[in-house]
C-alpha cells in the first residue's frame, strides 16, 4: 500500500473492570504494531490506541489516565 498521505492506525479498546490488564494489552498492541511484516505491508504509519470505559467500578480509568500521561500513543 503506496500513497502520498500519512496513514494512522486507530485501535479502539472497550473497557469495563478491566485495571489488571490495560498495560499488559497496551504493551501487546505496540508489540503487534511494531511487526516489520506490518509495515512492510503498511509503509509508515502513526497510531493511535483509544480506550473506551463503560463506568468501570474499579481503577481503570485511573490506569488509562496515567498510561495516557507517559505514552502519547494512548488516549
Same mark, same amino acid.
Do not use: W
Given at each position: 500500500?503506496?500513497?502520498?498521505?500519512?496513514?494512522t492506525l486507530n485501535?479502539?479498546?472497550?473497557a469495563y473492570?478491566? &485495571?489488571d490488564n490495560v498495560c499488559p494489552l497496551t504493551d501487546a498492541i505496540e508489540t503487534?504494531?511494531?511487526?516489520?511484516?506490518?509495515? &512492510?505491508r503498511l509503509?509508515?504509519?502513526?497510531?493511535?490506541?483509544t480506550f473506551v470505559d463503560n463506568c468501570s467500578r474499579d481503577q481503570t480509568w485511573d490506569r488509562v489516565q496515567k498510561l495516557a500521561a507517559c505514552n502519547p500513543h494512548v488516549n
Open positions: 500500500m503506496s500513497s502520498g498521505a500519512a496513514l485501535v479502539v479498546v472497550p473492570n478491566e &485495571e503487534a504494531l511494531r511487526d516489520p511484516q506490518l509495515h &512492510e509503509g509508515d504509519f502513526q497510531y493511535r490506541i
